[in-house]
């Protein structure tokens, strides 16, 4: 299958600063990407789609000035996370899709955790 | 709203043993199905999907099992080994996938 990539894996940084998470695919045009969060135990939740060029659209209760969303290629999507607080602190998971295959593919994550 | 749920938030199984999670949905019009399993600190991991025109399929392994009557869905794991130990999700998908809540499966020596 296809492969997706993100980095960093992990990150710490302190509350009230800016983190960005950096989703690629690397053999494949992703015309859409997917950003996912994930609480301990909990499952993934579907934060914001976004289709390459255009602006995100965001899920119900999702703030689009904290999690800013850019896809300006491809192969790669940002999320950052503005001004992040300990609350902020979660399980990233990015994933793509585009021709020719339907597919959504996953990549492995990303451990956010702000003090 | 849509929702996917799972009966069981963890199941233990004895190495060697069959594996069975079900999951619940409730939209109606869902007619794409998908299983994933993920390992602690990791993405999920696509195991086996299935379309609302069929109530069975199988892979290596594995197999879902899909009841449109009562809105049901369930992920049959044949032979449960120490490395199917993950959390399974249920989800569908229309433009987007939809997840489940999780089940943790822990297999017993």
């Known amino acids: 299958g296809a492969v997706v990539s993100q980095h960093p894996s992990r990150v710490i940084c302190k509350s009230g600063t800016s983190v960005k998470i950096e989703c690629r695919s690397l053999?494949?045009?992703?015309?859409?990407m997917f950003w996912y969060r994930q609480f301990p135990k909990k499952s993934l939740m579907l934060m914001a789609t976004?289709?390459?060029?255009?602006?995100?659209?965001?899920e119900q209760g999702v703030e689009k000035d904290k999690f800013l969303i850019n896809h300006a290629s491809l192969t790669l999507s940002t999320l950052t996370v503005t001004s992040a607080h300990p609350e902020d602190s979660s399980f990233y998971i990015c994933?793509?899709?585009?021709?020719?295959?339907?597919?959504?593919?996953f990549g492995p994550g990303t451990r956010l955790t702000v003090l | 709203g849509e929702s996917v749920g799972l009966h069981l938030p963890t199941l233990s199984v004895q190495e060697g043993d069959n594996s069975i999670i079900n999951c619940a949905y409730s939209?109606?019009?869902?007619?794409?199905f998908i299983w994933y399993k993920q390992e602690s600190g990791k993405g999920p991991q696509f195991i086996i999907d299935?379309?609302?025109?069929?109530d069975k399929r199988q892979g290596q392994r594995v197999t879902v099992l899909l009841n449109k009557t009562v809105k049901h869905l369930s992920l049959q794991i044949a032979a449960t080994q120490p490395g199917d130990s993950a959390v399974y999700f249920c989800?569908?998908?229309?433009?987007?996938?939809?997840f489940g809540k999780g089940t943790r499966l822990h297999i017993l020596p």
């Open positions: 976004s289709n390459e060029g255009s602006k995100a659209t965001y």
């Open positions: 299935i379309r609302s025109n069929m």
């Open positions: 989800a569908y998908r229309d433009d987007k996938i939809i």
């Open positions: 994933s793509a899709s585009g021709p020719p295959v339907d597919e959504q593919f």
């Open positions: 053999d494949f045009q992703a015309t859409t």
């Open positions: 939209n109606s019009a869902s007619d794409y």
